[in-house]
């Protein structure tokens, strides 16, 4: 394995974030919309009120319009490992292909089974058989999430594994160590919470703009009523998920959690910064503040991080420089080790090409010792292994910030749909309406602090990114990536157009 040129690698890496990118503007709201959908028909099956029948075609209506185009975006994705990062597939393909194959095989067949029954069984099958078809489809569009999600905790945390010198290829000793591993676990957690929230905020802010324009009223607030006690429900739950996740990544990607919070100087103690300029002039080792301004919660970070007040949090002089006090070791002997771990795999191949049984044990010894600093023999020097920190450091205050502002959304709408007029309060209703896109900011920014934030990896300390894409020329992956975004573009706006005309048809119009 070599490394790529960079401009190359920076093609590759915007073009698999564009995919991702839009990509997850369709899969949420396909997380969140499936689950209250299939509430409500639960209340039709049971209440018999035809209402609510019509409530749940309409909002299965616009679920199955973003589930169409949210599936084109998968596949292009997951063709992408195979086109534009090669190395990376053959390197992990054994472990990494095993959660999508799962996913493809079991999770996804289950979900595009039962939506045809959902959408096209109504009048043809027994209610109950329906209304079982309708939580099957929202089984399965989470089934495939956590497979797929099992997929990127592993490259965040790669575990169950063993790495075969003879292939140069990591091997899967343990399934379930991989599909159970704590950072998956989280990561699926967080993420599809993330969309229950958007599913929620789609409905709340969907059935507000009904209600001001006095359409579809009761209808609307009936659904706003699910929306919001699903969403507040939810949301909280996200809360406690995020508190997870952020442990996960205190303990296996602290790099991450310092750039996250702007950390420089490790503390015991440490308070998570509520809101925070950076200095953009500071670097590595200096003496400069690393923050303009910042309003801080005490304790909140080694609380959050170490479940632990009193407990240390490294910051990046720590991880980068070394901090012998708390026994961090610093990148420079991690990039030593690493370069002896590449040696060593080169001694073993050499060895093996004339039959050097001893040179071959003695070279697989020194490698299996320096295995886990492997990555790092490819990074040039310390500062390398710190991602970008301003991108990383604002995402994760967008995302938090946002956050608390949906449970207090969810909260007041909740309250004021007790209210016999519901149409006196414009403001809020405006505000639902307008929360619908920060719905996605919010979950976009998610992905930009848990794919930039590990930066340079591809597979956490295993592998970067400069040697994970595929040998071809960079001139193909321009082309690739602005036909791309053309077509995503185009997708996006034919869904808002098609959503756009559907909503406009209005609960009952279309019934």
Partial sequence: ?????????????????????????????????????????????????????????????????????????????????????????????????????????????????????????WNK??????????????????????????ANGWMQYPVGMEF???????????????????????????????????????????SAWMILKGRDVLEAKRSMV???????????????????????????????????????KGEERAGIIAVGILNPDKKIGDDLPPLYGDVEIPYALSLLGYHDIDAFVPGLDDLVLGNEKYGIEGAASKIEKGKIAVQALQSYKEAKKIDDKIAMAEARKLLDEYMPYFGYGYLEKPTDIVPPI?????????????????????????????????????????????SIPLGYIAAEAGWVVAEVGRQPWAIQDLMPVGIAATHI??????????????????????????MLRQIAIGIKGGH
């Fill in 1 to 121: 394995m070599e490394l790529m040129n960079t401009e190359l690698i920076d093609w590759s890496r915007a073009q698999f974030a564009l995919t991702a990118l839009y990509h997850f503007l369709f899969v949420p709201l396909t997380l969140g919309l499936s689950f209250i959908v299939a509430i409500m028909e639960t209340i039709y099956v049971k209440t018999g009120d035809q209402r609510w029948k019509t409530i749940t075609r309409f909002w299965m209506t616009l679920f199955a319009i973003n589930f169409a185009i949210g599936v084109a975006t998968g596949l292009i994705m997951e063709f992408e490992f195979g086109t534009n990062w090669a190395n990376y597939s053959w390197f992990v393909g054994d472990i990494f292909g095993a959660p999508l194959a799962v996913e493809g095989i079991l999770a996804f067949f289950m979900e595009s089974t039962f939506f045809a029954v959902m959408f096209f069984g």
């Fill in 125 to 150: 099958v027994s209610k109950g058989f329906h209304l079982v078809s309708t939580w099957l489809v929202a089984v399965g569009s989470n089934l495939s999430a956590f497979w797929i999600l099992v």
């Fill in 164 to 206: 075969n010198p003879d292939t140069v290829r990591n091997e899967m000793a343990n399934f379930w160590d991989v599909a159970l591993s704590p950072v998956a676990v989280a990561k699926f957690l967080h993420t599809i919470g993330s969309g229950y929230v958007i599913g929620a905020l789609f409905v709340i802010g969907i």
């Fill in 226 to 264: 699910v929306g919001a006690s699903f969403g507040l429900l939810v949301s909280i739950f996200l809360a406690v998920s995020g508190d997870e996740s952020a442990h996960q990544v205190a303990q296996q990607q602290p790099v991450k959690l310092a750039a996250m919070e702007g950390l420089y």
């Fill in 390 to 434: 301003a991108l990383t450091f604002y995402s994760f205050h967008i995302m938090v910030g946002l956050g608390t502002w949906f449970i207090l959304l969810f909260l007041i709408v909740l309250y004021l749909t007790m209210a016999s007029d519901i149409t006196r309060f414009k403001k809020i209703l405006w505000l639902s309406v307008w």
């Fill in 473 to 498: 020329d960079a001139g193909n992956v321009k082309v690739s990536f602005w036909l791309f975004a053309v077509l995503f573009t185009v997708l996006l706006i034919a869904e808002i157009k098609i």
